[in-house]
T-cell receptor
Framework: GQQLNQSPQSMFIQEGEDVSMNCTSSSIFNTWLWYKQDPGEGPVLLIALYKAGELTSNGRLTAQFGITRKDSFLNISASIPSDVGIYFCAGRPLGGSNYKLTFGKGTLLTVNP | DAGVIQSPRHEVTEMGQEVTLRCKPISGHNSLFWYRQTMMRGLELLIYFNNNVPIDDSGMPEDRFSAKMPNASFSTLKIQPSEPRDSAVYFC?????????????FGEGSRLTVL
């Protein structure tokens, strides 16, 4: 089935640093989503992207829908301790079921105060 | 506003026992999903309901798993008999609309441990 390659798998950074993570696919996607999962909680939607090239911000978070439609990026600026968690990319392949999301394996972010 | 509500949050049971997980979707959402999360396989879609009707159950692992949605505000996922390899976190999620860009809202999950 469809797979998303999310990288890096984990990151250890100092508070105040910027963070970048990305997600790639071998095929074209028409939707890219970024979720965050806190320990013991369910994933929470951060940003949704629907057009190639789209750049969307949510506070210190910025995500982009790659122009090739095969990738997406999430940046976090000036990280703080509460940014700790697992960040998942997810998407819908072009021509796929509109309800079925493909999820990446996640990026575990640790922020040292 | 209440989010997706799942119960129990934690369940520890012995192999062979029946497990029932419960979900109340967000009011007004007409699509409901059950996902399973493990370290090895990540998030996997088990079953999808639209307007209380199961649309896609291709992700249900085997006959030991069953899901129902008797009305718009309640769904259950049942495992009978349970096995140790069923240990995982099970998430329920809901969404407004079977089509269109409405996105998933997840519950807090039910962590299942089968001994």
């Amino acid at each position: 089935g469809q797979q998303l390659n999310q990288s890096p798998q984990s990151m250890f950074i100092q508070e105040g640093e910027d963070v970048s993570m990305n997600c790639t696919s071998s095929s074209i996607f028409n939707t890219w989503l970024w979720y965050k999962q806190d320990p013991g909680e369910g994933p929470v939607l951060l940003i949704a992207l629907y057009k190639a090239g789209e750049l969307t911000s949510n506070g210190r978070l910025t995500a982009q829908f790659g122009i090739t439609r095969k990738d997406s990026f999430l940046n976090i600026s000036a990280s703080i301790p509460s940014d700790v968690g697992i960040y998942f990319c997810a998407g819908r392949p072009l021509g796929g079921s509109n309800y079925k999301l493909t999820f990446g394996k996640g990026t575990l972010l640790t922020v040292n105060p | 506003d209440a989010g997706v509500i799942q119960s129990p949050r934690h369940e520890v049971t012995e192999m062979g026992q029946e497990v029932t997980l419960r979900c109340k979707p967000i009011s007004g959402h007409n699509s409901l999903f059950w996902y399973r999360q493990t370290m090895m396989r990540g998030l996997e879609l088990l079953i999808y309901f639209n307007n209380n009707v199961p649309i896609d159950d291709s992700g249900m692992p085997e006959d030991r798993f069953s899901a129902k949605m008797p009305n718009a505000s309640f769904s259950t996922l049942k495992i009978q008999p349970s096995e140790p390899r069923d240990s995982a976190v099970y998430f329920c999620a809901s969404r407004l609309g079977g089509t269109g860009p409405g996105e998933l809202f997840f519950g807090e999950g039910s962590r299942l441990t089968v001994l």
